[in-house]
C-alpha cells in the first residue's frame, strides 16, 4: 500500500502488526466521528490490551506486536480505530529504521502491507486506520509521524497527558549539559479532558528536516525542492484539488545537437499496481482526468518543451500515486542534457507552485522526476525524485517507479 490508499475488509476480525529492526511498542485508539477517543478505556496498549471489540496482542519479543479488530464488536459510536507504532527504547527515532505493517485476515492471510516512506525526526507513527465508511469497514494507509512521541498521537486524539513534576536536584557542572526532557509516556499517566475543554492543538509538527529531506506547504510562495524533498500541496490550511500543469523541460547539452526525450506519467493504485500511463503515445487517460500535450522531438525553444496536465479533484479514488518520468526514446544518454527540470503550476492561474532543478546527471536513458501521492486525509503530496534508471520507454519505468512511491 502506499500513503492515504485503502482496501475492503470482507472478514469481521483483522489484525495489524507492525514489525521493523528494533522493539516497537504499538497501541490502537478507538476514535468517534470527532476524531477523539470517548475515554482512557479506548487505548489499547500492553498495560491495557483490551477494549470495546479491540485488544492488544504480544508477540512476546519473537513476533510483532499487534492490534486486532473484531469489527462485528466495535461499538457503533466508535468510526475507526488507529494503530500507532513508537521505538521502545527512550528518545529513539524512525530514522534508518523501515516499520512494516502487515494487515491480516482472520486466518493470519495476508491482505496488504504498508511501510511508510522517508522517516527521520519521528519518534511515533499513525501507521495504519481501520474504519467504517457507510457500514462497510476498510484499512487504510496513513504513515503520519509525531516529533514528540506518542504523547503528541494521545494528545491529538483526546487524550490529556499529565507530566509528572520534576525532582529537585543539585545544579550540573557546567561541563555537564542537561538532558532534555523526555515526552511523557501517556501509558503512565492520562486522563480523557472534560467535555467542555476545547481541543488540543496538533502536535504533529516533525523537527526540522535535514538538507534534502522533510516537509513544507506551500504558504510560503513557490517551492524549490532538493532530491527526495516533499511539499504538500496545502495553502492557506486548505489542499489544492483543483487542475495543474506538470511541465518538464530539458535542453541540449552541446549547440546544434538536437536531444529528443519523452515525459510521461504513470498511475498507480493501492498496492503500488500500474494502473495507466499516459505519454506520446496515449494522450489522454482516466477519463480525461490526466492529459498529455504531445511529443517535443529536439528540445529547442524556451519554457516547458512537454506539459502533462492533472485535474486532482477528478481522479478516482482508487489512483493514489503518480509518478512523472523522461525517456530518451532515440537513445540518448541524459549526460548529453542541460537544465532538465519539472514544475508544477496552477492550471487556472499559470502560478508555478513547485520546481525541481536536476543538479547532475547520468549516463542512462531514464529519469524518474517527481511523484504526486494521495494523502489519507486527501491532500496531494509532491516528492522531488531524481533518479536515473536504464530505459527507453516508459513501460521500462513502470517497476522502478512503483519501487519510489
Known amino acids: 500500500m502506499t500513503p492515504g490508499s485503502n482496501i475492503p475488509l470482507t472478514a469481521t476480525s483483522v489484525t495489524v502488526d507492525v514489525s521493523a529492526p528494533v522493539r516497537l511498542d504499538v497501541s490502537g485508539l478507538l476514535l468517534t466521528a470527532d476524531g477523539k477517543v470517548r475515554s482512557d478505556d479506548d487505548f489499547i496498549f500492553y498495560n491495557q490490551p483490551t477494549g470495546a471489540g479491540v485488544a492488544y496482542r504480544s508477540g512476546g519479543g519473537s513476533a510483532p506486536d499487534a492490534i486486532v479488530v473484531d469489527t462485528a464488536s466495535v461499538p457503533a459510536q466508535i468510526e475507526k480505530i488507529v494503530v500507532t507504532a513508537s521505538p521502545d527504547a527512550a528518545g529513539q527515532t524512525f530514522q534508518g529504521i523501515e516499520p512494516t505493517a502487515t494487515v491480516r485476515g482472520a486466518e493470519g492471510q495476508v491482505l496488504a502491507t504498508f511501510t511508510p516512506p522517508q522517516l527521520g525526526a519521528e519518534t511515533a507513527l499513525v501507521v495504519v486506520e481501520v474504519y467504517r465508511r457507510n457500514g462497510a469497514w476498510k484499512a487504510r494507509a496513513v504513515g503520519q509521524g509525531y516529533a514528540n512521541g506518542l504523547a503528541g498521537i494521545a494528545t491529538d486524539f483526546g487524550v490529556s497527558v ?13 561541563t555537564t549539559p542537561a538532558p532534555a526532557p523526555a515526552a511523557p509516556d501517556p501509558r503512565a499517566a492520562m486522563s480523557t479532558p472534560p467535555p467542555a475543554a476545547p481541543p488540543a492543538a496538533p502536535q504533529a509538527a516533525p523537527a526540522a528536516p535535514a538538507p534534502g529531506s522533510g516537509k513544507i506547504n506551500l504558504d510560503k510562495g513557490r517551492v524549490s525542492l532538493q532530491k527526495n524533498q516533499t511539499v504538500s ?22 549547440r546544434g545537437k538536437d536531444i529528443d526525450l519523452d515525459a510521461s506519467v504513470i498511475a498507480y493504485g493501492p498496492q503500488r499496481n500500474q494502473l495507466d500511463s499516459c505519454y506520446f503515445g496515449r494522450l489522454s487517460i482516466l477519463n480525461g482526468a490526466v492529459k498529455h500535450s504531445g511529443d517535443n522531438l529536439t528540445g529547442e525553444g524556451g519554457g516547458d518543451d512537454e506539459v502533462i496536465v492533472v485535474d486532482l479533484g477528478r481522479l478516482p479514488a482508487d489512483v493514489s500515486g503518480l509518478v512523472f518520468t ?53 491532500e496531494w503530496e509532491m516528492t522531488a525524485i531524481g533518479d536515473f534508471v536504464k530505459s527507453r520507454t516508459v513501460r521500462g519505468m513502470v517497476k522502478p517507479g512503483a519501487q519510489a512511491l
Open 326 to 378: 523522461v525517456n530518451s526514446f532515440s537513445g540518448q544518454k541524459f549526460t548529453e542534457v542541460a537544465k532538465a527540470y519539472c514544475r508544477l503550476v496552477d492550471a487556472a492561474t499559470d502560478e508555478e507552485l513547485v520546481r525541481f532543478d536536476l543538479t547532475s546527471a547520468e549516463p542512462q536513458t531514464g529519469v524518474l522526476m517527481a511523484k504526486l501521492i494521495r494523502q489519507y486525509s486527501g
Open 162 to 174: 499529565e507530566e509528572e513534576p520534576a525532582a529537585a536536584s543539585p545544579a550540573p557542572a557546567a
Open 233 to 254: 500541496l496545502v495553502k492557506g490550511g486548505r489542499p489544492l484539488l483543483s487542475q495543474v500543469k506538470m511541465g518538464l523541460g530539458w535542453e541540449p547539452a552541446f
